[in-house]
């Protein structure tokens, strides 16, 4: 048995992810990666927690010293009920994706999707105040893209949405005149404004169906963002590519959204590397 299965008592550090299911979750993946790099003698665990066992389990876990936790599907909004203070990001998404356990015991709720998505389309290169964006969908990825894209100062906002009528309770939920609802046949005649087209839907996803669009309207310096990344290149990143576009996969969201809770966790800065990348593939 190795020594690290002989361990009795925890590691200095332990944070986890909290999903119903869980075992999909590439986070303890990319936290372990930066563990070994950082030389922390901690531990990132993925933790099943069924829907009716969140709270107690949040608790539980804040009780036995873990620093925090991160929560997917499908506990993002209870984790925003449970938290006796929240970021900006977080009310206006809707939705807690970090749980931050304080020495105190109070429980702070963060969402760093927001960033997630805006820090990867930086270290892409875009410039999110040079131009429009359109963004595809209504769910809870689209309100952490909208807010991103708001926060970084995107001079205008297209939005579009299968239905249109959640479209348009997210705008008005948002409260900011920058976001203009079309009409979900948009995608067949889009704006020729918009340097950001960016998909959050689960449509692209691998088994899932395919967002049927008509990229020839873009201009040729419109970059095409799509938050799936199971397959890597989507139906919609393809035909981008082929139409001579820069594109923007979702694994970077992916990544770049854990920074800021390796940092509240473990107390490190750090990046997002070619070798992250390439290690979190190699665990798919
Ligand atoms: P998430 O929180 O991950 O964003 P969600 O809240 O379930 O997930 O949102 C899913 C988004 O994908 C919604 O915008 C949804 O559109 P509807 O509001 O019309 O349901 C969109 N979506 C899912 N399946 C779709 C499909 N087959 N065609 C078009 N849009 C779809």
Not at 48 to 76: D, I, M, Q, Y
Request: aromatic share 6%; net charge neutral; glycine share 12%.
């Amino acid at each position: 048995m190795s020594d690290d299965h002989m361990r009795t008592t925890v590691p200095e550090a332990v944070a986890a992810v909290l999903g119903w299911p869980v075992a999909h979750s590439l986070s303890p993946r990319l936290h372990g990666f930066w563990l070994r790099e950082q030389g922390i003698a901690g531990t990132y665990l993925g933790l099943p927690v069924a829907p009716e066992s969140f709270g107690v389990a949040v608790r539980g876990l804040a009780a036995a010293g873990f620093r925090g936790a991160n929560v997917t599907v499908p506990h993002k909004l209870a984790a925003l009920r449970l938290a006796d203070e929240v970021d900006d990001a977080a009310r206006a998404i809707g939705a807690v994706n970090t749980l931050v356990f304080q020495p105190d015991g109070r429980i702070l709720g963060r969402n760093t999707d927001a960033y997630g998505f805006m820090a990867n389309l930086r270290q892409a290169g875009v410039d999110p105040q040079v131009g429009p964006a359109l963004v595809i969908g209504a769910g809870g990825a689209a309100r952490a893209a909208v807010h991103a894209l708001l926060v970084a100062g995107c001079p205008r906002i297209y939005l579009t949405n299968r239905t249109e009528a959640t479209g348009y309770a997210l705008a008005e939920s948002m409260a900011d005149d920058r976001i203009i609802v079309l009409p979900f046949n948009c995608l067949k005649n889009m704006p020729d404004d918009i340097v950001l087209l960016g998909n959050t839907t689960s449509l692209g996803m691998a088994g899932k169906g395919v967002l049927d669009v008509d990229l020839s309207g873009l201009s040729e310096t419109a970059r095409v963002h799509d938050i799936v990344y199971v397959p890597l290149e989507t139906p919609l990143l393809r035909a981008a590519r082929q139409r001579g576009l820069r594109t923007v996969d979702g694994l970077g969201m992916l990544l770049h959204q854990a920074v800021p809770a390796f940092r509240a966790f473990f107390g490190r800065d750090v990046a997002v590397t070619d070798g992250l990348r390439a290690h979190v593939l190699g665990g798919k």
